[in-house]
């Protein structure tokens, strides 16, 4: 009695509170299918004559169409949010380009702008970030979210899709980077690996508020910095150090660093507090 009584409050839920959810699949599908579509031919696909290139636009459009009706259920309201995403297409192509242009300028390993695109982990997730805040903008919350999450576990970095991000975006390495959703980004910022722009407080009831740092221009934030709080400005043409913890502003050419000390240990033997086995 009590499994019948389960399957039956499962069946309700599944086809009344989840009603609303994309197939998580679907959407990874679709989000790699326009990553691949924007940045070079895929599982043999070859656009190698306009045709091509204009059925593939056509079926990306028919893929989000079926995503956004899963969510909405409104016929019209997904067709106006369908064309509104693509239609800032070109211009978050454009934001990529430059992206990916200033990784290869300012990463001696990289060696072209096809090695950044194939092969950078912070490029494709900063690509999937600015595609999933078009349809963040436009109110629609479940997909990015679905699209940011897939990024995450193929890369490692973690980007909220309701983020603030400028122009000539860097991640360098990446593996470990948090970017909180009401963290704001300038121009020209360059993040290295491990780095938390993240809130000071989790409570529920600041969900309204700005919980994430700010960011100005020409900033650099070495791998293992960690910057709390919505109140934290970092001001431009800063550079923090690795592995500080900041909690408060900093103003515009600052340089934050931790003060190493090194101790050169003599011939003696080590006190006995130090005399361990791991």
Do not use: C
């Amino acid at each position: 009695m009590e499994e019948k009584f389960f399957l039956e409050q499962l069946y309700k839920r599944n086809t009344t509170e989840l009603r609303s959810l994309p197939d998580k699949e679907v959407a990874e599908i679709f989000i790699t299918n326009l990553f691949n579509f924007l940045f070079g031919s895929f599982k043999g696909k070859k656009y190698d004559v306009p045709e091509k290139v204009e059925v593939e636009y056509a079926s990306l459009k028919g893929q989000l169409l079926s995503l956004l009706f899963e969510v909405t259920h409104n016929e019209e309201l997904t067709k106006q949010q369908t064309k509104e995403f693509f239609a800032a297409l070109p211009s978050i192509y454009a934001a990529l380009i430059k992206d990916a242009n200033t990784i290869l300028e300012f990463d001696p390993a990289a060696e072209s702008l096809e090695e950044v695109i194939v092969a950078y982990p912070g490029f494709y997730a900063i690509a999937v970030y600015r595609l999933s805040n078009r349809l963040w903008k436009q109110n629609t919350k479940i997909l990015p979210r679905l699209f940011s999450e897939y990024a995450h576990s193929k890369t490692g970095i973690d980007i909220h899709p309701g983020a603030t991000i400028g122009h000539h975006f860097f991640i360098d390495h990446g593996t470990g980077v948090v970017i909180g959703e009401t963290t704001v980004i300038g121009n020209n910022v360059k993040v290295y690996q491990s780095v938390t722009l993240g809130a000071l407080n989790v409570a529920k009831e600041l969900v309204k508020t700005k919980r994430h740092p700010t960011i100005q221009d020409n900033v650099i934030i070495y791998s293992g910095a960690t910057i709390l709080g919505g109140d934290t400005l970092i001001g431009h043409d800063s550079v923090i150090g690795g592995n500080v913890w900041l909690t408060y502003s900093v103003p515009s050419f600052s340089i934050v660093y931790h003060k190493s000390e090194i101790k050169v240990r003599d011939n003696n033997p080590l006190p006995e507090l130090l005399n361990f086995v791991i």
